[in-house]
């Protein structure tokens, strides 16, 4: 997937870091499933996703530091 450059605008005005992909994309996939337990328990948590999901897809596309 690609930003387009306003996104990219607004990510950046609020301190965000875009993705720098070798690829076109400016963005990644992550995916949890039972495989990796622990880690989607968590994610069901901070999303507040009922008990009962067995996989979460989640698109990153941008990080930011403290």
């Known amino acids: 997937m690609r930003l ?3 996104q990219k605008a607004r990510l950046l005005e609020f ?3 875009v993705l720098k992909n070798e ?3 400016d963005t990644c996939w992550l995916n949890f499933t039972d495989v990796d337990k622990d880690l989607l328990d ?3 948590q901070v999303l507040n996703l009922p008990s ?3 996989r979460v897809k989640l698109l990153v596309i941008a990080t930011q530091t403290d």
Do not use: A, C, F, L
């Open 4 to 6: 387009t450059k306003y």
């Open 15 to 17: 301190g965000w870091n």
């Open 23 to 25: 690829s076109e994309d």
């Open 42 to 44: 968590g994610i069901k």
């Open 52 to 54: 009962d999901v067995q």
